[in-house]
T-cell receptor
């Protein structure tokens, strides 16, 4: 059973548009929420991460929004570029636990 | 350059054969992990190791085995007991076991013929 539910499965956005990916979790013990970016044929790489003591974190064109009461977090990609075309995974872990629980992934396609 | 090296990148296996996937890291990380990636299912943890000579089962360990004799190396054996072994396998490491920041290799794609 997947502990982190991710949607949508895929999305297409025009260059310059905003891509939004949503994730929801049930385990209130989760306290670390990273996003990974994966290009075809490559391994995932950490993109940005947030802890529940803040509601938003921004790095360049990438922003995580976190809603603790709703147990949801989302990734916004502003001014989407063709180079952002990739699969994005949300994940969560708790305390001193080693294990990351991953969402199913969202394939983002940015059309030029 | 520091990183994680997985080999081979592509591997074909006949049913009933065991196969070993290599994973080497020069990041001096304590913890290492093996994940399996299937379309639409995200990444699922097979095994992990927090220190040398110690490893634990993840969520889908059946049909797999690992060893951790050196800090740098964490090979994964896909045995004939694994019912559906065709997948993309990813090795990862982290500085310590209790951090969520994983560094991944480029993966090994195993196809069973």
């Amino acid at each position: 059973q997947q502990q982190v539910k991710q949607s949508p499965q895929s999305l297409i956005v025009q260059k310059g548009g905003i891509s939004i990916i949503n994730c929801a979790y049930e385990n209130t013990a989760f306290d670390y929420f990273p996003w990974y970016q994966q290009f075809p044929g490559k391994g995932p790489a950490l993109l940005i991460a947030i802890r529940p003591d803040v509601s938003e974190k921004k790095e360049g064109r990438f922003t995580i929004s976190f809603n603790k009461s709703a147990k949801q977090f989302s990734l916004h990609i502003m001014d989407s570029q063709p180079g952002d075309s990739a699969t994005y995974f949300c994940a969560a872990s708790k305390g001193n636990d080693y294990k990351l629980s991953f969402g199913a992934g969202t394939t983002v396609t940015v059309r030029a | 350059d520091g990183g994680i090296t997985q080999s081979p990148k592509y591997l074909f296996r006949k049913e009933g054969q065991n196969v070993t996937l290599s994973c080497e890291q020069n990041l001096n990380h304590d913890a290492m992990y093996w994940y399996r990636q299937d379309p639409g299912q995200g990444l699922r943890l097979i095994y992990y190791s927090q220190i040398v000579n110690d490893f634990q089962k993840g969520d889908i360990a059946e049909g797999y085995s690992v060893s951790r004799e050196k800090k740098e190396s964490f090979p994964l054996t896909v045995t004939s007991a694994q019912k559906n072994p065709t997948a993309f396998y990813l090795c990862a490491s982290s500085r310590h076991a209790n951090t969520g920041e994983l560094f991944f290799g480029e993966g090994s794609r195993l196809t069973v013929l």
